[in-house]
């Protein structure tokens, strides 16, 4: 693979809450120029098989992924899971704790927008109909479509967000177990999109050294619609918590202009690519990642 080449090790298909099934998301990412992908979406590999395929067909690398909901002191944590065997038990056992926690949690947001006075059994049976783990994003998106708001953003706003009536919070495994299963599977544990949480920059290097006690490898340096600013204080937390750096669109949706695949900034020099000690096993190319 060529070094200058895009990678994207953060993409979502119809599996869990993306708009395109994952050999679409192959198609599509393959024609951004990306040459080594991950699939990742939330809580769940149901779509691994079919983007490893389409990878093979479009000549371009691909690593088993998945993006866990962890907990640390308290507060939800996306951890992704990169180069993992999707058939490891100990992923395998988490990853069905995972859907019993996100249907539980589908069930009392449904209850509370009905309360409320929004559709929200109606909502998820049409969520569970369509096969997919339930999100958050499928409630927005169902709402919109039920006519209980106008957008996405207005069904986060109005039902969804923090203090709504759909904000419930779930019981996800600690940062440190959730890991761990990443670890069992043989794969690279990476903090996404770490900027993204309401911490302070002390606490923050506090979640990446524990992260990194526990098995830890990476941090999500360069993340879709991240700031020159969020850039460079992950930059920094890398290298001051020696941790290597991922690269991630979180591409969801072709329709979302801000994240499009290949478009990401490179890793700077001072940062290890994740996805070089060792050599992630890429499927899809006999080339090995740069």
Known sequence: ??????????????????????????????????????????????????????????????????????????RAIHVLGLAIDPTCAAIVRGL???????????????????????????????????????????????LVALGAAADVGAAFERWLGHGRPGAVRSDWPELAEATAWIVAAGGKAVIAHPMRYPLSAGARRELCAEFAAAGGRGVEVVTGGGSPRDREQAISLAVRCRLEGSVGSDFHDPAVPWNPPGRLAKLPASVRPVW???????????????
């Open 1 to 74: 693979m060529n070094p200058h080449s895009p990678v994207d090790l953060h993409l979502h298909s119809t599996a869990s809450d993306g708009m395109l099934e994952p050999a679409a998301l192959v198609a599509h990412v393959a024609g951004c120029g990306v040459a080594l992908m991950a699939l990742t979406d939330h809580d769940t590999v149901d779509g691994v098989a079919a983007a490893a395929a389409a990878a093979r067909a479009h000549g371009i690398g691909f690593v088993a992924g998945v993006e866990l909901s962890a907990c640390w002191r308290g």
């Open 96 to 142: 069905e704790s995972q859907r019993a926690v996100r249907d539980a949690r589908a069930d009392r947001i449904a209850e509370r927008l009905d309360a409320a006075g929004a559709p929200g059994t109606t909502a998820l049976a049409g969520i569970r109909a369509a096969g997919s783990l339930p999100t958050r994003t499928h409630f927005a998106r169902a």
């Open 276 to 290: 070089l000690d060792p050599p992630f096993p890429v499927f899809g190319t006999d080339a090995q990642p740069a």
